[in-house]
Nanobody, 122 residues
Framework: QVQLVESGGGLVQPGGSMRLSCLAS????????MGWHRQAPGKEREWIAT???????NYRDSVKGRFTISRDNAKNMVHLQMNNLKPEDTAVYYC????????????????WGQGTLVAVSS
């Protein structure tokens, strides 16, 4: 019943900015943690940032000061503002959410989006 869909990816120049968004839809009762991961070609998927239901953020060291995660609980959305992008930021970016559906309020499950490609290149 639940789907997460990312948007906002594409090609960007080094030093540029990009804003990713993720919408969670379906029969959602509650969302706990929301976050972003990325996977570069030939690499393992790595955690980037997460935010709790109160909006408290946590970041991977390599993106601190450049990336900002935020959420809109009323819209069931999470965003990732990326500034001063570097070629090593090139990856497929995935959003995820730990949430409970309305028919299983006691059971939280982690959901993932399909991903959106961010290519940082001149």
């Amino acid at each position: 019943q639940v789907q997460l869909v990312e948007s906002g990816g594409g090609l960007v120049q080094p030093g540029g900015s990009m804003r990713l968004s993720c919408l969670a839809s379906g029969n959602i009762f509650s969302i706990n943690i929301m976050g972003w991961h990325r996977q570069a070609p030939g690499k393992e998927r790595e955690w980037i940032a997460t935010t709790g239901s109160d909006g408290t953020p946590n970041y991977r060291d390599s993106v601190k000061g450049r990336f900002t995660i935020s959420r809109d609980n009323a819209k069931n959305m999470v965003h990732l503002q990326m500034n001063n992008l570097k070629p090593e930021d090139t990856a497929v970016y995935y959003c995820n959410a730990d949430l409970a559906e309305a028919d299983t309020k006691y059971k939280f499950t982690e959901y993932w989006g399909q991903g959106t490609l961010v290519a940082v290149s001149s």
